[in-house]
């Protein structure tokens, strides 16, 4: 299976959402990321429905909404009515996220959980049998354009022997700081999914960058 490639709308131009979004269809991209922030689980906030509405109007991919939120049960219904297909919550966001993961599938979509880049992948020992996607942060979350942390390969490395461990289906994507300098080694690593924000949108040609990352 070819390594899925999600570009993060937190680095497209808001002013031009339409030409973006249509840019990421007729790209060779697979996911639109979509990072939703509260500005008191991560020191940022980004934007909210309405915004992902807009952005669905357009969107013919995937929507893996990326959930850097407290509390997130709160919004489950409301992220499922919008289109999302991938819901992520945070770990450290959730006081019950075996009751939350229900949730999500409960309203048909798929349940992924990230893990910030200070939490061990032990953590989702108990849990793992429970997730379609583990989301692991390579970058503090909250802003766009930091630089890769290098502790991921091997946390992506434990993930994969964890999800080999239990024959589960769950698939790795890697988020933050991701560019053509690291993805060759993330997937050598196990990653099945790359989220590219900066490398993609500060390109003369984001569809070309994708390309890179998707041949690779
Ligand atoms: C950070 C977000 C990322 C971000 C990645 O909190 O979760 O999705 O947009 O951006 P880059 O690729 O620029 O690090
Ligand atoms: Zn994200």
Redesign the pocket.
């Known amino acids: 299976m070819s390594v899925k490639i999600a570009p993060?709308i937190?680095?497209a131009d808001f002013a031009n959402l339409e030409r973006d979004s249509k840019m990421i269809n007729a790209s060779e991209a697979d996911w639109f990321?979509i990072?939703i922030?509260d500005g008191v689980f991560?020191p940022n906030i980004s934007f909210g429905m309405p915004v992902l509405a807009a952005i669905q109007k357009h969107a013919k991919k995937p929507l893996d909404v990326?959930l850097?939120i407290i509390d997130p049960d709160r919004y489950i219904e409301t992220f499922a009515d919008l289109g999302t297909t991938i819901l992520t919550v945070h770990y450290e966001a959730c006081n019950h996220l075996h009751r939350t993961l229900q949730k999500i599938k409960s309203c048909g979509m798929k349940a992924g959980v990230a893990l910030n880049p200070h939490t061990p992948i032990s953590s989702l020992n108990s849990i793992i049998q429970n997730i379609d996607l583990v989301c692991i942060?390579s970058?503090n979350?909250?802003?766009?354009?930091?630089s890769f942390i290098e502790n991921t390969y091997a946390k992506v490395s434990e993930l994969k022997e964890l999800i080999q461990l239990h024959n589960s289906s769950c698939l790795i994507e890697i988020?933050?700081?991701?560019t053509d300098a690291n993805a060759a080694s993330l997937i050598r690593a196990g990653a099945d999914v790359l989220?590219?924000?900066?490398?993609v949108f500060k390109a003369k040609n984001p569809a070309e960058n994708i390309k890179l990352l998707k041949d690779l």
């Open positions: 993060s937190l680095a990321h990072d922030m991560v990326h850097m942060m970058v979350p909250g802003f766009g354009g930091q988020d933050g700081g991701v989220v590219a924000g900066s490398y």
